[in-house]
């Protein structure tokens, strides 16, 4: 059996064929691709599956994992994406049956996961998450993503909409909030979180912009890891990349508060997600 697993974005998509071992993965024939989201449901289609051919090299025995952002119905592999401009195209949908078509497998053979749920499923088979009973997934990008694990079961927990201060956590947790914060305090015009690390950015500034962050990290984190009794945080996403300039001030903050969890940066980075969306594979068997 040829196990793929693909992870979409909205400007992006990347595929491997993935080997499973016992609490192990490896990857090969990896490829990945821009892709414009925006366009039409022809082209969007046509793209994703040109990446997914590239790992496959055609092969037709082949069973692909998907990790998708939501809203999503991932049993029916229908897109309920269309207010972020991004996949509008596909909305209401059935995405499966349009690649199963155009990679012409049956549509058995391709399954769905929430992209959030396949990072924590991958960290914790074979990444920063091994042996975690409880834990929480985070991924800090453009958006917040979220998944829980309780014992053997990961699922998506859906916090980027989670009341937090005086909006949602997405406010204040995503690369939107650096942009704003950048030029509200400092008067500093970023694009995004690599901005700050401009030679023309001083250090105290790109320092106090990140222990802000930090903090909030950890402040909207508190009540869910004492709700949830969860032994770990694994993050992931572009801007854990920096987390040595905002981890700290967000373990500081747990420690204060008096849960002094383990927080972890992802080991296996964007290959969690094409993990992860192979074990769904797994838990779907095709027949």
């Not at 401009?85 to 058995?108: C, F, H, P, T, W």
């Not at 909030?177 to 305090?185: G, N």
């Not at 930090?214 to 987390?243: M, N, T």
């Amino acid at each position: 059996m040829i196990k793929i697993g693909v992870d979409i974005g909205g400007s992006h998509i990347s595929a491997a064929k993935v080997h499973l071992k016992s609490e192990s993965a490896s990857f090969s024939d990896f490829c990945e691709a821009a892709v414009d989201t925006f366009g039409r449901k022809e082209d969007i289609i046509r793209e994703w599956s040109n990446v997914i051919k590239s790992s496959s090299q055609g092969a037709k025995n082949v069973y692909i994992g998907i990790a998708m952002p939501g809203p999503f119905d991932y049993e029916n592999g229908v897109s309920l994406i269309r207010d972020q401009g991004k996949m509008a195209s596909l909305y209401q949908l059935s995405v499966r049956e349009l690649l199963a078509n155009s990679l012409d497998i049956a549509e058995k053979q391709i399954c769905f996961i929430n992209d959030a749920e396949a990072f924590l499923a991958g960290e914790s088979y074979a990444g920063a998450g091994r042996n975690v009973h409880h834990s929480l997934g985070v991924t800090l990008g453009t958006g917040l993503g979220s998944a829980i694990k309780v014992q053997d079961v990961v699922k998506d927990a859906k916090l980027w909409a989670a009341p937090f201060r005086d909006g949602i956590a997405e406010d204040y947790l995503g690369t939107g909030w650096f942009v704003k914060e950048a030029l509200h305090q400092f008067g500093l015009e970023i694009k995004g979180v690599k901005g700050l690390f401009s030679e023309y950015v001083e250090a105290s500034v790109r320092k106090a912009i990140f222990e802000k962050f930090g903090r909030a990290l950890g402040e909207f984190l508190f009540p869910y890891l004492i709700r949830l009794k969860s032994e770990g945080v694994v993050l992931g996403g572009k801007v854990s990349l920096a987390s040595e300039y905002f981890l700290p001030a967000t373990q500081e903050y747990l420690d204060t508060m008096g849960y002094p969890v383990s927080l972890k940066i992802s080991e296996l980075g964007e290959n969690s997600a094409l993990l992860g969306a192979c074990l769904k594979i797994n838990e779907n068997p095709v027949t």
